[in-house]
């Protein structure tokens, strides 16, 4: 059985860490590389960073905290916000990423995938999703935070992207997003069954049952908590040491 | 010691593996500059990338050659992840592609081997198995783990040359390969916390 990874997710304003609630109504929490390096000294297995921002206003300011954390925490460094070609990309990972995520750039020019995996490799591309459920039971991808609609269909565009060469996929779900109420676990199954690369479940953990429950249910391959890991209701400890009572194959 | 040189090649993470040593202590310059290569006592051939968009860069640059006598002057070269692969005969990713040939084997996918399919790429922290007493390990606690993230994987065909290996799905994978001054990582030590960078200390050191 594969192993599954614990990974804080940042989300970053202004070199702010900030959380929010379905990606909206953020609240500043200090310097997000004070948080990530507790993280990794707690034995976080990854790190995400996202800024909320740069998509709006079409940048990425990302540089200085990239540097810092790369500098003095050896785990993997996933970042995104932002991204809209090969050179921001190249950008990103030159200040010490390993891997870049992305979501709007994807949306409007879906060839880029295909560009930034063949140039980068495909282990280096995830693609992030912001889903929305609709009324009719499928979820739509979201941009911009869960602002702005797309037309698209999520599990449809997974599948796409895999096409494309993406090697994995961050499936943010923006209705269960800060609420603490568990993740949107029908959703992290619809993807995981038509795809085949890993997915990283994001979005609704309150409670360390969640994490169980999203990795047995759905066959996700990582989990990206940001709630309870930034307002201190768990700690990395506790969430492995859950996991292996629960029989999953963890990083002790 | 002088300046520990990674090849650049056009690919992913570079700037991680700098960071590491440089957080270790050691100098590194990244270049894709056959005259500093030849000159370095030490090279690291990084990689997260496609096998042959990285071939045909090295070819471009006239690395290959600058590797092949890194290799036959005895300095030390060691390829993490993709540039461990490059370091075998043949690899199968996306067109059968004609490798550094420094290391007999080829470099196949992980899911020809595997009854049933697994997601690729492999991606995450697990334990080495098996591992045969070596400088490259020292000070490096059993049961310790680290981080993979690959899609192909090292098929040796000297027994000899496989130092270390891992298991997905109670299939045995190549971690570690090494010949002479030759070294290759399938996982990536610069993302594998503290016990990782243990691997560059005994590389530059020894």
């Not at chain 2, 860069?57 to 060691?78: C, F, M, P, Q, S």
Request: charged share 25%; with cysteine.
């Amino acid at each position: 059985m594969r192993n599954v990874r614990v990974i804080a997710r940042l989300d970053i304003k202004n070199n702010n860490l900030i959380k929010g609630i379905h990606l909206e109504g953020l609240r500043k929490l200090g310097k997000p590389y004070d948080f990530a390096k507790k993280y990794f000294q707690s034995g976080v297995d990854e790190i995400i960073y996202m800024d909320s921002v740069a998509s709006l206003y079409n940048r990425n300011s990302l540089n200085n905290i990239i540097e810092e954390t790369s500098k003095n925490i050896f785990i993997p460094i996933t970042v995104g916000g932002g991204i809209r070609s090969i050179d921001d990309a190249n950008n990103i990972l030159r200040s010490g990423a390993d891997k870049i995520a992305i979501n709007t750039g994807a949306v409007k020019n879906p060839k880029l995938l295909e560009d930034l995996s063949n140039r980068f490799g495909s282990s280096t591309i995830v693609l992030s999703v912001e889903a929305k459920k609709k009324y009719d039971g499928t979820w739509e991808a979201y941009t911009n935070n869960g602002r702005e609609k797309t037309g698209l269909n999520v599990v449809e565009w997974c599948i796409e992207a895999e096409k494309l060469g993406v090697g994995e996929i961050l499936l943010t779900s923006v209705d269960n997003e800060g609420t603490c109420n568990g993740f949107d676990y029908e959703l992290t199954q619809s993807v995981s069954k038509k795809t085949f690369i890993p997915i990283i479940a994001s979005g609704g953990m309150g409670q360390l049952s969640h994490f169980e429950k999203v990795v047995k249910l759905s066959n996700c391959d990582g989990v990206a908590i940001a709630n309870m890991l930034h307002y201190s209701k768990t700690t990395i400890y506790e969430i492995k040491s859950y996991s292996i009572k629960c029989d999953i194959n963890i990083r002790a | 010691m002088k300046e520990i040189a990674i090849v650049d090649y056009n690919l992913g993470n570079i700037t991680s593996i700098r960071r590491a040593l440089s957080f270790l202590g050691y100098k590194s310059i990244i270049t894709n500059n056959p005259e500093i290569i030849l000159k370095s006592e030490k090279v690291i051939l990084p990689g997260v990338g496609a096998f042959p968009t990285a071939m045909s860069y090295l070819k471009k640059y006239d690395l290959i050659e600058a590797i092949n006598e890194t290799v036959k002057k005895g300095n030390d070269i060691l390829g993490i992840c993709l540039g461990m692969q490059l370091l075998m005969q043949f690899s199968n990713e996306f067109e059968r592609t004609k490798g550094l040939s420094l290391i007999e084997g080829d470099v196949i996918s992980i899911n020809d081997i595997l009854d049933d399919n697994i997601k690729l790429p492999c991606i995450g922290w697990y334990k080495l198995n098996k591992t045969k007493d070596n400088t490259l390990l020292k000070n490096i606690k059993k049961d310790q783990w680290f981080y993979f993230v690959h899609s192909y994987m090292v098929n040796c065909r000297n027994e000899n040359d496989v130092i270390a290996d891992y298991s997905v799905n109670d299939i045995s994978i190549t971690a570690i390969v090494k010949k002479n001054n030759i070294t290759g990582l399938q996982f990536h030590p610069e993302n594998s916390g503290i016990e990782g960078l243990k691997f560059f200390t005994n590389f530059c050191k020894s």
